[in-house]
């Protein structure tokens, strides 16, 4: 299917917090109440719209242990987007988000659009995070920031495309040469094209399997 | 009437798949999830529990050579799974006595045993049917307190806080591990991978736990009903395996192997290298899993203990 656009999005954050299953939640409306733990990275894409316009998301889910940060490292480079995920069941995934922070800024553009989510906010009674505190520390760090839970599917829809609506908007604003796609962007039919012209036309577009 | 299954029966199509489901149950709200199984038993090629047993002399030398060849034409039966792999990989010498092993077998479950205790020592939970899939000290060595089951002051030894908290890591695996098999809707059979696990990565502190190692051990807790046995068969698996999950701030071990199996692509098949290549800039970071777990997520369970099978030695 053609797009205007296709965002590449990263999602990182402890492990067991959830990414998976948010990322399910987003590309096939389900909820798997146990989900396999993911080794490495994975990977998974759906179309949105946006303004009208075909926007694809491309969505490269990573493994929580720290064990596995350098892997997840190189995976910052060439994102437009990330979901910062912590459990508000578990305080201990709230405070390492400082951590992953830094390593975000240290290893992605720095015009990435960061989304933090607060998931699993479907179990009010073993929260261990306050709404306040995630407002405050998305305030503090200038991110975008929503509670969500991928059981539910509340907030899940929301979060990925009010992401892509920020990056959409940078890209309106001129924040990026969508040209360079070390920004995480491509552009494709009816995108703005960059200086070099609506660089992977038809290639970006045809049956490839991994389009 | 006829009822299907005498149908099915008298075609036989269904013969083995029925066979396999009985030895390792599957969930029936996970069966659209996972992967088909291909592996059937094949009289005359498949190592038959007879086959097996005929290859003892008297006093328990074991004809290692023609087993070896049998598996590879057809992999090994379930009923017999656990006291092969032992063999393959490693736990016991071929030309040993029934007499040896079983002294080996008794000085290593006590040495396990020993294991356990000292974790024990430190972290009650260890060994009692349960496990945890909450930190019981913060990052810095502070005891959380919470179910009456944790530690009691501050940790000051490196290796120990390490150790400590890792364990809830390892629950929050061990819940997640082979979830379509029945056998782990079982919090016991949950607690003796864990149990395992959580042992391994006291003894071998230099690795300590990394994801994916569960996917590795969970087919001998599986296999192996008796603990320290199961701890023994992974411990001989992690003796190859154990430099891939050796991580350092800027890599992890497998990616050697992803390396080597870059050159490998590019000297068969140089355009799928490049193709790769400009995918991924050459890093083959699609099959890390698969080097990783070994294609335990690729293949069904009993499929991928088939390829473990007629790879190994």
Redesign the interface.
Known sequence: MSYAYLFKYIIIGDTGVGKSCLLLQFTDKRFQPVHDLTIGVEFGARMITIDNKPIKLQIWDTAGQESFRSITRSYYRGAAGALLVYDITRRETFNHLASWLEDARQHANANMTIMLIGNKCDLAHRRAVTTEEGEQFAKDHGLIFMEASAKTAQNVEEAFIKTAATIYKKIQDGVFDVSNESYGIKVGYGGIPGPSGGRDGSSSQGGGCCN | MVGWEAIAGMFGKNAGTEDLEAFYPVRPECKA?IPKTRFRPRAGKTLSARRWHAAFSEDGHLDIAKVLRRIQRGGIHPSIKGLVWEFLLGCFDPNSSFEDRNQLRQQRRERYGMWKTECQNMVPVIGSGKFI???II??DGQPIEDGGWHVTSAVADKKVAQWMLSLH?IG??V???D?ALTFYENETNQAKLWDVLAIYSWVDDDIGY???M??ICSPMVILLENEADAFWCFERAMRKLREN?R??????GVQSQLSTLSQVIRTVDPKLHQHLED?DGG?Y?FA??ML??LFR?EFSFIDALYLWEIGSR
């Open positions: 999830d899939t909450t930190p913060t990052d890591q929050l695996d819940v997640r591990t979830r990394v994801q994916g569960n996917d999950f991580c350092s701030t800027n890599s992890i995918l890093e970071l890390f899993r990783m777990v997520r």
